[in-house]
T-cell receptor, first 117, second 116 residues
């Protein structure tokens, strides 16, 4: 079975600075998808960034980028120029390559990010 | 983007009653929907997979007779918590990928259930 581990329960960053959230996973599958989701106090899950395992290039979405190390099974999220609105719980998630009823997400325990003004 | 709604957003009920939570995909069809439960300050745990026109698939440890799931159409899945007890109090979230586009899941805003 696949597992996702986030070893940082809480992180803090100064506004405008850069912070990196860690995530490791375990799987025997060679193809899969990895995600970072943000959950603000409203509890609405918001997709931050997505990475397909078959792509060597790291995904980037504006201020958000990932460092995907497939051999090490590591998938960290870097937030540049942190903003107050970035404060939230961040969940790393894994998904098998299959669709349909096998397409559920497996979540890590989350990292609570605080942004100091 | 695609929109998923949940109703109600929050519900308070007495112990022993049943509560129905609806999950709707508003602008796309979803043959599969997922139901997650999230306890305070914890992660999302998959409860069951809802399949349109067939029986739901439950995760180990989730009582199918207690958490009834019905996926009657391509845009609606319902979760009914039967004979609710205080330990069922939690945040319930549904998600759905677009049929034919499995890469991204769209989440509902969640339902907060409090059983007194």
């Amino acid at each position: 079975a696949q597992t996702v581990t986030q070893s940082q329960p809480e992180m803090s960053v100064q506004e405008a600075e850069t912070v990196t959230l860690s995530c490791t996973y375990d799987t025997s599958e060679s193809d899969y998808y990895l995600f970072w989701y943000k959950q603000p106090p409203s509890r609405q899950m918001i997709l931050v960034i997505r990475q397909e395992a078959y792509k060597q290039q790291n995904a980037t979405e504006n201020r958000f980028s990932v460092n995907f190390q497939k051999a090490a099974k590591s998938f960290s999220l870097k937030i540049s120029d942190s903003q107050l609105g970035d404060a939230a719980m961040y969940f790393c998630a894994y998904r098998s390559p299959y669709g349909g009823s096998q397409g559920n997400l497996i979540f890590g325990k989350g990292t609570k990010l605080s942004v100091k003004p | 983007g695609a929109v998923v709604s949940q109703h109600p957003s929050r519900v308070i009920c007495k112990s022993g009653t049943s509560v129905k939570i609806e999950c709707r995909s508003l602008d796309f069809q979803a043959t599969t929907m997922f139901w997650y439960r999230q306890f305070p300050k914890q992660s999302l745990m998959l409860m069951a997979t809802s399949n349109e026109g067939s029986k739901a698939t439950y995760e180990q440890g989730v009582e199918k007779d207690k958490f009834l799931i019905n996926h009657a159409s391509l845009t609606l899945s319902t979760l009914t918590v039967t004979s609710a007890h205080p330990e069922d109090s939690s945040f319930y979230i549904c998600s759905a990928p677009k049929t034919g586009d499995w890469e991204t899941q769209y989440f509902g805003p969640g339902t907060r259930l409090l059983v007194l």
